[in-house]
Nanobody, 123 residues
């Protein structure tokens, strides 16, 4: 069983930066892709970015290209989301996820999820 734990959320002003972390434990050797999604109240979970664990290939949602960066640390078995030039409307709960497919932009393609970390943007 894979466990994912996010951290690093908080309050950030518009245009500011924040780095989210996701620590993975369990059978992560079977992981193929990890990703970040976000969800606002009353809305569906939205794809943000994904990274291939072996090789580090990345894919981003068009809305975050050039501002958010996903990267991993193989030694720490962790994935990160560097968030730059944040927009107030990006106030969401951010979720880390892991699955057997890469690339995958649909939440249903992932197997394991963290509990999420809240990012609140202020104008």
């Amino acid at each position: 069983q894979v466990q994912l734990e996010e951290s690093g959320g908080g309050l950030v002003q518009a245009g500011g930066s924040l780095r989210l972390s996701c620590a993975a434990s369990g059978r992560t050797f079977s992981s193929y892709g990890m990703g970040w999604f976000r969800q606002a109240p009353g809305k569906e979970r939205e794809f943000v970015a994904t990274i291939r664990w072996s090789g580090g290939d990345t894919i981003y949602a068009d809305s975050v290209k050039g501002r958010l960066i996903i990267f991993r640390d193989s030694d720490k078995v962790a994935v990160y989301l560097q968030m730059n030039s944040l927009k107030p409307e990006e106030t969401d709960v951010y979720y880390c996820t892991e699955g057997q497919l890469y690339p995958a932009a649909l939440a249903g393609k992932y197997e394991y999820w963290g509990k999420g970390t809240q990012v609140t943007g202020s104008s």
